[in-house]
């Protein structure tokens, strides 16, 4: 078995999993420096670092690992803890480095207007694939939009047939009418997508998620959805809302330790209040909020 193809059909697949290296070794260990276990997001592995009370660990960690994307370092020493004697060692010392092994973040971009194409161009910058949809061929071709995975020029409940976001992908909602938006919501809520971000303005949201729940959707669906979206850079320009959007974007991917303002509203949080032109013009730069 060769474990690196098996983590490149890992993050093909759009999975998570973890590489648990032996990178130092003293004394007789259950197997050898530089030994290799890829453990995936389902627990099942692929390669060994020797088995024994040792590999059930590190099992373990690496299930941590694969949960906050962090990686971690063990140590064990094998000459005092008789626990880990299991027939496999006989004495040692080791040290073993977990490393997240995570596919290429995937994000959909609906909409292939203004701000979308320059969130596309930074977001390709920033390393995510993307995809885009819209219904208008004369924006969504790959002329426009070069580089992409897939451009889909088709009518949105098209595209939703098509499209199957997993637990690794993002989604920015940015098409150029409310109904639209509303429709492209309403399916990606009911997705597993990571983050699920829509342009337009805090009153604009609040009116979305109310028809929305009125048709019957869960309110708990919406608790994971940025919108207003963006952090709140000060953006005006298309290429400035698209900075701020990608900046949102790269903070859920690195796990940010600093809270990221996330409809406030929904949660009984007080929020800052948007000016008249934000609340007239639907600014995408979300306001900050109070803890």
């Given at each position: 078995m060769d474990i690196y193809e098996e983590i490149v059909a890992l993050q093909r697949a759009g999975r998570k999993g973890a590489l648990a290296t032996i990178v130092n070794a003293r004394g007789s260990i259950p197997s050898f420096k530089t030994a290799k276990m890829l453990v995936r997001d389902d627990g099942s592995i692929a390669g060994t670092i020797g088995g024994g009370c040792v590999e059930a660990e590190?099992?373990?960690?690496?299930?941590?690992?694969i949960a906050n994307e962090k990686p971690c370092s063990l140590t064990f020493d094998l000459n005092q803890d008789p626990k880990y004697d299991t027939g496999l060692v006989c004495g040692g010392t080791l040290e073993i480095f977990i490393e997240p092994v995570l596919p290429a973040p995937l994000l959909y971009i609906f909409g292939a207007g203004h701000v979308a194409l320059e969130l596309f161009k930074a977001a390709k910058n920033a390393g995510f694939e993307v995809i885009v949809a819209?219904?208008?061929?004369?924006?969504?071709?790959?002329?426009?939009?070069?580089?992409?995975?897939?451009v889909i020029a088709k009518d949105f409940d098209e595209a939703f047939a098509v499209l199957t976001p997993s637990g690794s992908s993002y989604i920015v909602i940015a098409t150029r009418g409310h109904r639209d938006d509303m429709r492209v919501l309403r399916w990606a809520v009911q997705t597993q997508a990571r983050y699920i971000g829509m342009v337009g303005s805090r009153r604009k949201a609040i009116t979305v998620v109310r028809e929305l729940t009125a048709e019957g959707l869960n309110p708990e669906l919406f608790e994971r959805v940025y919108s207003p979206i963006g952090l709140d850079i000060g953006a005006v320009t298309p290429e400035e809302i698209a900075v701020s959007i990608v900046a949102?974007?790269?903070g859920i991917r690195r796990h940010a330790e600093r809270a990221l303002p996330h409809m406030s509203w929904l949660d009984g949080k007080k929020p800052a209040a948007l000016s008249v032109a934000d609340e007239e013009c639907g600014k995408p730069a979300i306001a900050k909020t109070e803890n």
């Open positions: 590190v099992w373990q960690a690496a299930r941590d690992v819209d219904d208008r061929d004369a924006y969504a071709n790959t002329e426009r939009f070069p580089g992409a995975r897939e949102e974007l790269i």
